[in-house]
């Protein structure tokens, strides 16, 4: 019992050193900026759009939380999201490359020195408002849905609006290999609407100022 006691003990310390080192990783925008060749295909194009599960724009992620883009890589890479392309992409990376990818689309054609400019909230109709308010979106997302309380968790004012919806709809999948999204916060409030409703949602979150953006790929490097 007692070799027992002890071998257990050492998985524990071991899980808890891998656990602590993994998290004291330290991203570098620098060396991201070397690494994005497998993300500027679809990501740096502006307009451009993806096919499965459907037709959509691919989501602008520069501008967007370093912490969120490393947990929705994470995600990808265990298979938590489904989707074959970017699963394909995650699992190629370490945990250092996901580190310094989501700093370098952290601040990828952020104006450092310029000063956030003031933004005029868009007003939402009384329907989506009402929808709004029934999963209180704005609790996690923000006011403007560009400011979340916790930075692991998406800016989604200004992003495509046919995105958000599959995106949202794919919270509502079960048992499918290939689309869906497996989070479960996500999953019970993403089900209280209709796929109409959730359109509603995207596209009011779209029409909202934000920080997120496409930065073409420069010719030069």
């Given at each position: 019992?007692?070799?027992?006691?002890?071998?257990?003990?050492?998985?524990?310390?071991?899980?808890?050193?891998?656990?602590?080192?993994?998290?004291?990783?330290?991203?570098?925008?620098?060396?991201?900026?070397?690494?994005?060749?497998?993300?500027?295909?679809?990501?740096?194009?502006?307009?451009?759009q993806a096919s499965?599960?459907?037709?959509?724009?691919?989501?602008?992620?520069?501008?967007?939380?370093?912490?969120?883009?490393?947990?929705?890589?994470?995600?990808?890479?265990?298979?938590?999201?489904?989707?074959?392309?970017?699963?394909?992409?995650?699992?190629?990376?370490?945990?250092?490359?996901?580190?310094?990818?989501?700093?370098?689309?952290?601040?990828?054609?952020?104006?450092?020195?310029?000063?956030?400019?003031?933004?005029?909230?868009?007003?939402?109709?009384?329907?989506?408002?009402a929808l709004l308010?029934?999963?209180?979106?704005?609790?996690?997302?923000?006011?403007?849905?560009?400011?979340?309380?916790?930075?692991?968790?998406?800016?989604?004012?200004?992003?495509?609006?046919?995105?958000?919806?599959?995106?949202?709809?794919?919270?509502?999948?079960?048992?499918?290999?290939?689309?869906?999204?497996?989070?479960?916060?996500?999953?019970?409030?993403?089900?209280?609407?209709?796929?109409?409703?959730?359109?509603?949602?995207?596209?009011?979150?779209a029409s909202v100022?934000?920080?997120?953006?496409?930065?073409?790929?420069?010719?030069?490097?």
């Amino acid at each position: 019992m007692t070799k027992l006691i002890n071998t257990l003990f050492a998985i524990a310390v071991s899980f808890v050193t891998v656990a602590a080192h993994s998290q004291g990783i330290q991203g570098d925008a620098k060396a991201g900026e070397a690494k994005n060749a497998m993300c500027i295909g679809c990501h740096g194009i502006k307009g451009y759009q993806a096919s499965f599960p459907e037709v959509y724009k691919v989501p602008m992620i520069s501008g967007q939380s370093a912490k969120y883009i490393a947990s929705a890589l994470n995600a990808y890479k265990k298979g938590e999201r489904k989707h074959p392309t970017m699963r394909g992409v995650s699992e190629t990376l370490s945990d250092q490359d996901i580190a310094d990818l989501s700093a370098y689309y952290s601040v990828h054609g952020v104006a450092q020195a310029a000063a956030p400019a003031e933004r005029t909230v868009k007003t939402p109709s009384p329907a989506v408002a009402a929808l709004l308010a029934k999963a209180n979106c704005a609790s996690c997302h923000g006011a403007d849905f560009s400011k979340p309380i916790d930075p692991s968790y998406p800016k989604l004012g200004g992003q495509h609006a046919d995105y958000l919806f599959v995106a949202l709809k794919a919270y509502k999948v079960e048992n499918n290999p290939k689309v869906g999204r497996g989070n479960a916060i996500m999953a019970g409030m993403a089900k209280q609407y209709t796929n109409a409703e959730l359109k509603q949602l995207a596209n009011y979150m779209a029409s909202v100022e934000g920080d997120l953006k496409v930065v073409p790929q420069s010719k030069f490097r």
